[in-house]
């Protein structure tokens, strides 16, 4: 796996949540990052339930707004954890991600491309450090995913870094990853959100896998 600028003839991209896995892995991570300070959850959820809700159903077409929301989320479940708690997290999740939560057709379409030489990158709206390990154990080449800040002493601000790794930021990491366009490319996503990425490439597919929950991207 590299994040280095790259020159590559072909290659396949991926979404992850819907896409490659089942269902979103967001909510389930931010869970599990909290369990430890389960009380602070309780006291904290309530005065945003109503906000939380709108943003897991979906129901915005206002982006802007859902960008802040996921912010805000991710505000309340991860501000104040270090860095080196939530790496060791990650990498815990991403192997039950592997072994539960991914949707069978859509690796093996990976490992597909994968033996056919094909470069494979796997961009997310989800956070790029639990992503990450998934991309490993997958043996993928190349990921992108939203980035999440972290202090100078090493603790998270609950921040994204940058923008929502969705919609055309998802392009934008891409051609940044890639300033030389590789020939062929394959993209395969599941959502309104991926419409940008499916946009560029020669061979676009929108997957119809039916998650249990809607996204959280």
């Known amino acids: 796996m590299s994040s280095a600028t790259n020159e590559v003839n072909e290659i396949a991209i991926f979404d992850f949540d819907g896409t490659l896995s089942k269902r979103d892995t967001l909510l389930r991570f931010l869970i599990e990052v909290s369990i430890g300070s389960f009380a602070q959850i309780k006291k904290n959820i309530f005065p945003t339930t109503k906000s939380f809700i709108l943003y897991l159903l979906n129901s915005s077409k206002d982006y802007d707004l859902k960008d802040r929301l996921k912010e805000a989320i991710f505000e309340l479940f991860l501000t104040g954890k270090s860095i080196e708690e939530i790496e060791e997290i990650s990498r815990h999740y991403a192997k039950r991600i592997l072994t539960k939560k991914m949707h069978t057709p859509m690796v093996e379409k990976l490992n597909y491309h ?32 939203t980035k999440l800040e972290v202090n100078p002493q090493g603790i998270l601000t609950g921040k994204i870094l940058g923008r929502n790794c969705k919609r055309d930021e998802k392009r934008l990491r891409f051609e940044k990853q890639f300033p030389i366009r590789p020939n062929k490319i394959w993209a395969y996503g599941n959502s309104e959100g991926d419409k940008e990425l499916l946009s560029m490439a020669n061979f676009p597919t929108l997957v119809r896998n039916k998650p249990l929950f809607r996204r959280l991207g």
């Open 114 to 145: 994968k033996y056919q030489g094909h470069s494979i990158m796997i961009i997310s709206a989800s956070p790029e450090i639990y992503i990450k390990y998934v991309a490993k154990l997958l043996e993928v080449d190349f990921v992108a995913g």
